[in-house]
């Protein structure tokens, strides 16, 4: 290995909150490999936030939230782009930084909120509401994008909504996320019946428990919850927003409706704040391994290619939200 590598062990001081000691050797020889190929391959490696501790801390170049992620995938300089989240994120990249070779370690790694819809469903919807914006949110395929006017995140999906300067809007395929949109808006917004099979499942009824288990504690919900749950948290918004919360407000115990890796990530970054952790596994994200995004770099796999008769229209939707 080269001398200027930092070795894995040496990387352990910063997980040490949240990766037990019995486990961090096994990850050992995986994160070291990972180091070596991406300097070998000219390689970087972007995690979203709920990738698990030991990738997010120990062998991503950048991380973020998918806003953050979009707008730092198109500036990458190196060669190759491991992806460290889901499919759609890797196919973000790809449209942005079209020259280089973007690697998705798990090509199962899905989302059900972008399995909620398709291209034809998007061509029916604009038949049925002949001029109304149609904004599609990240979370969905490049054939869906291909068929949509912008795109949205949820960290930037109000000014998404009131740029575009008309009363009413289609927004998909998220209904929770348009539904929690158009509380803080004028904007009518016509939504779809896509949820997050993480973030649908909080209720209420959790935030009222863990408020009498856990006095004082604030609540922060992703915007992708049911209303209910948003109306009764202290803050919503992106896990990007949600991590900045806790670095801006220092709230003494805190907890995030959203997927569990994310607590971890934050925690390790403030040590001060307690973190509850009643929080729902994403199976797609949890699919993104150190052994498979190893595998990914030594076999150069697997390569995200998008049909060059889409691309132009899907990239115009992403570029229209990165501009605003
Ligand atoms: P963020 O854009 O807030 O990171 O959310 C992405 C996501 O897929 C949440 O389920």
């Given amino acids: 290995m080269s001398a200027m590598l930092p070795s894995g062990a040496s990387l352990y001081d910063r997980v040490q909150r949240v990766i037990p000691p019995i486990e961090w050797p096994t990850f050992l020889d995986d994160i070291d490999a990972i180091l070596e190929l991406k300097q070998q391959r000219n390689a970087v490696v972007l995690a979203h936030n709920y990738q698990t501790p030991e990738i997010f801390h120990c062998v991503a170049d950048i991380v973020g939230d998918s806003l953050a992620l979009a707008r730092k995938a198109m500036a990458v300089e190196a060669d190759v782009i491991v992806l460290a989240g889901v499919h759609f994120m890797a196919e973000t990249a790809k449209l942005l930084n079209p020259e280089k070779t973007v690697l998705i370690p798990d090509l199962k790694a899905g989302c059900s909120l972008a399995d909620s819809i398709t291209a034809a469903d998007v061509r029916l919807l604009r ?68 949820h997050c099979e993480v973030h649908e499942r909080f209720t209420p009824a959790d935030i009222r428990q863990l408020r009498e288990d856990h006095p004082g504690v604030t609540v922060l919900a992703h915007p992708e919850c049911p209303p209910e749950v ?29 997927e569990c890796s994310m607590s ?50 899907a990239r115009l939707a992403v570029e229209r939200m990165l501009a605003l």
Wanted: a negative charge; proline letters at 6%.
């Fill in 127 to 194: 038949q049925r509401y002949p001029g109304v914006p149609i904004i599609t949110y990240v979370n969905t395929s490049v054939e869906v994008k291909a068929e949509s006017d912008i795109c949205c995140t949820s960290g930037n999906a109000k000014v998404v909504v009131e740029s575009l300067g008309v009363s009413q809007v289609i927004m998909l395929p998220d209904e929770y996320l348009a539904q929690n949109i158009a509380a803080q808006t004028d904007v009518e917004i016509i939504a779809w019946k896509g």
């Fill in 264 to 313: 971890d990530n934050v925690a390790v970054e403030h040590p001060d704040v307690e973190f509850i952790r009643p929080c729902n596994l994403c199976p797609h994200t949890k699919r993104i391994t150190l052994a498979n995004i190893r595998s990914a770099l030594e076999q150069n796999r697997h390569e995200v290619r998008i049909e060059p008769e889409i691309v132009g229209r």
């Fill in 230 to 258: 948003v109306a009764e948290a202290d803050f919503s918004g992106s896990t990007a927003a949600m991590s900045d919360y806790v670095g801006s407000q220092k709230p003494p115990r805190v907890v995030l409706m959203t």
